[in-house]
């Protein structure tokens, strides 16, 4: 059986491997500096190649496949990443009252083995309530927005402040499960 190892200390994508029943270990994301990635045609891409430099530099060593997995919300042609204070998830927050936006997450998949890289993206659309500052208020005391792009969990926030649109909750959530089961198709690891 072939060993998955996953490059992300997110405790998300852990739960959504789990859920799944795909057997996996956590390794660190060795990868020092990322990139800003800048919105517009060339976004897919630069996703990717950040999934696929975080499974390098995180799987040298490693023996099996190593997964490198990076998730970004989109408003418009501007890239929304995780806050680096309150008052910037607040102003996130507020960019994204009352609109539609994307959520992009692409995982990367390295066979250390056999050396062959495998990339796969997958989007989905949240509408977000228009948020009054006293909801955005309630939403940053009640929930842990720091470690998450768009300052926003969906699985904590659905219904009560955004929606689902279109695509898979998990690509929001930041593993998208179909897609990981597509890049897996062929090796010995889902049971």
């Known amino acids: 059986m072939t060993q998955l190892y996953l490059a992300s200390a997110s405790p998300r994508r852990s739960e959504l491997l789990q859920a ?20 517009g045609d060339a976004l897919k891409s630069q996703l990717e190649g ?44 507020s960019l994204l009252s009352g ?17 062959t890289k495998r990339v796969i993206t997958a989007e ?30 969906i699985q904590d926030i659905q219904g009560r402040y955004a929606e689902l649109v279109s695509g898979e909750l998990d690509t929001v959530i930041g593993l998208p499960i179909t897609s990981v089961y597509s890049l897996l198709s062929g090796y010995d690891i889902v049971p």
Do not use: C
């Open 99 to 115: 609109k539609d936006h994307q959520v992009m997450t692409s995982i990367a998949l390295w066979d250390t083995v056999l050396g």
């Open 50 to 93: 950040l999934a696929l430099a975080k499974a390098e530099a995180s799987g040298e060593g490693y023996s099996g496949l190593v997964m490198g997995v990076d998730t970004v919300v989109v408003l418009g042609d501007r890239v929304l990443g995780k806050p680096l204070s309150r008052e910037d998830a607040v102003e996130t927050l």
């Open 20 to 39: 799944a029943r795909i057997p996996f270990i956590v390794i660190s994301n060795r990868l020092l500096e990322e990139p800003e990635l800048e919105g």
């Open 124 to 153: 989905s659309t949240v509408r977000f309530n228009a948020l009054s500052l006293g909801d955005i208020d309630q939403l940053l005391t009640d929930y842990d927005v720091m470690d998450k792009a768009g300052a926003y969990g």
